[in-house]
């Protein structure tokens, strides 16, 4: 079946490093977004990203959509500790309306 | 404007029982999507709905699992017949029919079957 591979799995960073993760498949992808979850709840939506190419920020987090719809990246930067949490892709499978979430990557921050 | 409402958040049933998960979309959402997560795992998609309608339930298991969307009330994911494996998060979330890529979750139900 369909994959989305998320690395890194975990990190621990100090406070105020920049913090990059991404996501790749072997398929195509229509939209991509990115999500924060925080123990016991649901993810939160962060980036939506619609266009090959596109490069989208939402205050220290920036988005973009790769060129070949097969991967996009996510980076925090200055990170804070209230950062910490789980971040996911999810996208959208070309020709579907089915979204695939990545496997998470755990960040943590250290004061 | 409320967020997407889920409930109950947490269900405790026996194998053999039934489970009814509930999930009330954001207002002016026309569209739920249910999800499933295991501890330490991504959100596996289950079925997508419009009000009255099944877009897509690719995810969905074929025997035991079923949704809806009902023109009034919430959508509803039923679980029939529990077994262990079942036990997990469910997730649903809703979109906007303008902007139908972007997804809302609501705080999930924790399933367990004992």
């Known amino acids: 079946g369909q994959q989305l591979n998320q690395s890194p799995q975990s990190m621990f960073i100090q406070e105020g490093e920049d913090v990059s993760m991404n996501c790749t498949s072997s398929?195509?992808?229509?939209?991509w977004l990115w999500y924060k979850q925080d123990p016991g709840e649901g993810p939160v939506l962060l980036i939506a990203?619609?266009?090959?190419?596109e490069l989208t920020s939402n205050g220290r987090l920036t988005a973009q959509f790769g060129i070949t719809r097969k991967d996009s990246f996510l980076n925090i930067s200055a990170s804070i500790p209230s950062d910490v949490g789980i971040y996911f892709c999810?996208?959208?499978?070309?020709?579907?309306?089915?979204?695939?979430f990545g496997t998470g990557t755990r960040l943590k921050v250290l004061a | 404007n409320a967020g997407v409402m889920q409930n109950p958040r947490h269900l405790v049933r026996r194998r053999g029982q039934e489970a009814r998960l509930r999930c009330s979309p954001m207002?002016?959402?026309?569209?739920v999507y249910w999800y499933r997560q295991l501890p330490e795992e991504g959100l596996k998609f289950m079925v997508y709905?419009?009000?009255?309608?099944?877009?897509?339930e690719s995810g969905m298991p074929k025997e035991r699992f079923s949704a809806e969307f009902p023109k009034e009330g919430p959508s509803i994911l039923r679980i029939q017949q529990v077994v262990r494996g079942d036990s997990a998060a469910y997730f649903c979330?809703?979109?906007?029919?303008?902007?139908?890529?972007?997804?809302?979750f609501g705080p999930g139900t924790r399933l367990t079957v004992t």
């Open positions: 979330a809703s979109s906007p029919l303008d902007r139908r890529y972007e997804q809302y």
């Open positions: 398929s195509i992808f229509n939209t």
């Open positions: 990203l619609y266009k090959a190419g």
């Open positions: 999810a996208g959208q499978l070309e020709g579907t309306y089915k979204y695939i």
């Open positions: 207002k002016g959402h026309s569209h």
């Open positions: 709905l419009q009000k009255e309608n099944i877009i897509d």
